[in-house]
């Protein structure tokens, strides 16, 4: 099958550019790690390889976590929220999951801290 | 203040239509409960009162999380990812965060089950 289940396919309600929201969280702990796009393909291979797979909007290319980083994704579980246009990924994270270096993508800019 | 603090504003990249995506998650137990949408009014609005705050697209209206459902959400943190696009709240929920009566709209339509 080269092609994303045309079941899982009518469920998604994607973005006029055709794309869903993927929320990476790391298993275990639950840290919230990243958010990214997928189209179709990028999970249809996400689902098939277990390999974390996104759409970059910027490069209009497909990416895999790691790829060239090295930290990989290893995707446990992947979920889809009740109106279909927000995927859930359960991973484990090799290394930082930022660009950045950071562990995750919300590490760098509290904009409201916690009450005191 | 009326208007979101233009210094947090200029770090925000949204999308043509002007929202940044925003993801919930449950202080303590780091569920992901939900994704919704913010515009920096309804970012605004989260920062100054605390209250989850939303922007709808389908309605073309703010909605304050649980106030027609009582499912209220208390923002305890609330954080920028890298590039600007998405913001992770750290809430306590009240009841279910989805609509549907779910504890999260993640929870009916798993794509891809745990390794066995």
């Known amino acids: 099958m080269n092609e994303l289940d045309p079941a899982v396919a009518e469920r998604l309600k994607r973005t006029p550019d055709g794309l869903v929201a993927a ?4 298993r275990g702990t639950g840290e919230v790690l990243m958010m ?9 291979r996400t689902l098939t ?3 974390g797979t996104y759409y970059s909007r910027s490069r209009g290319t497909h990416w895999v976590k790691g790829e060239t980083s090295g ?6 579980e992947v979920r889809l929220d009740c109106d279909g246009d927000t995927l859930l990924l359960v991973v484990d994270q ?8 950071d562990h995750t993508c919300f590490d760098a800019d509290v904009l409201l801290a916690p009450e005191s």
Chains 1, 2 share one sequence.
């Not at 990214?36 to 249809?44: C, G, I, T």
């Not at 930290?71 to 446990?76: D, G, P, R």
């Open 36 to 44: 990214a796009w997928m189209d179709d393909e990028a999970l249809h």
């Open 94 to 101: 090799e290394g930082a999951a930022c660009h950045t270096g």
């Open 23 to 26: 929320i990476a969280q790391q």
């Open 49 to 51: 390889t277990r390999k």
């Open 71 to 76: 930290h990989t994704q290893h995707v446990h």
